[in-house]
T-cell receptor, first 114, second 118 residues
Framework: GNSVTQMEGPVTLSEEAFLTINCTYT??????LFWYVQYPGEGLQLLLK?????DKGSNKGFEATYRKETTSFHLEKGSVQVSDSAVYFC?????????????FGTGTSLTVIP | DVKVTQSSRYLVKRTGEKVFLECVQD?????MFWYRQDPGLGLRLIYF???????EKGDIPEGYSVSREKKERFSLILESASTNQTSMYLC?????????????????FGDGTRLSIL
């Protein structure tokens, strides 16, 4: 079946540290891939997306590259800030016989300390 | 920008009450979704709708129902609230389910309703 697996948290980093949150997926066909961010007390916001192999999504200093050969979409940021503290969700969407389906990872909590 | 609006940010109800959570989107999206979010469990799909008056069960529909009378509005109903339904509820919308040209479009989420059942 189709699924998304992301690294478990919580993750705690010092300000200006390098961030990687791993995400791998299982899907038939060619899904589109997304990272969402959820700040405390809020809903999910789209952070970035990639729609085909080797695409790189980027936003607010975050990047993720669609790697079909490793079925991965790892989120990276070179220098995190306290304001990046949030929960991050990896997700995929693809078109199947029954229509477009969405799958979400379980989320990774990030805390950045000054 | 897409706007998905949930009627309440915080709600407190009593066991046995009938509870309505409302969601409105302004982008003419065909698809609308209700999720609940609990610590350690991520997002779990309760119900979704891909057209007016259409609904499909998600992964955890028990104890819930939904209503989609207008395209822009999707309501989640707790028929008889119980304490195990205390949770964060998230509404989302997206473009159609069955067109390839929309398969790269994300879901757009509301800010969530934190519901407490006492």
């Amino acid at each position: 079946g189709n699924s998304v697996t992301q690294m478990e948290g919580p993750v705690t980093l010092s300000e200006e540290a390098f961030l990687t949150i791993n995400c791998t997926y299982t899907a038939t066909g060619y899904p589109s891939l997304f990272w969402y961010v959820q700040y405390p007390g809020e809903g999910l916001q789209l952070l970035l997306k990639a729609t085909k192999a080797d695409d790189k999504g980027s936003n607010k200093g975050f990047e993720a590259t669609y790697r079909k050969e490793t079925t991965s979409f790892h989120l990276e940021k070179g220098s995190v800030q306290v304001s990046d503290s949030a929960v991050y969700f990896c997700a995929l969407r693809f078109l199947s016989n029954t229509g477009n389906q969405f799958y979400f990872g379980t989320g990774t909590s990030l805390t950045v300390i000054p | 920008d897409v706007k998905v609006t949930q009627s309440s940010r915080y709600l407190v109800k009593r066991t046995g009450e009938k509870v309505f959570l409302e969601c409105v989107q302004d982008m003419d999206h065909e698809n609308m979704f209700w999720y609940r979010q609990d610590p350690g469990l991520g997002l779990r799909l309760i119900y979704f709708s891909y057209d007016v008056k259409m609904k499909e069960k998600g992964d955890i529909p028990e104890g819930y129902s939904v209503s989609r009378e207008k395209k822009e509005r999707f309501s989640l109903i707790l028929e008889s609230a119980s304490t195990n339904q205390t949770s964060m509820y998230l509404c989302a919308s997206s473009f159609p389910r069955d067109r390839l040209i929309y398969s790269n479009q994300p879901q757009h989420f509301g800010d969530g309703t934190r519901l407490s059942i006492l």
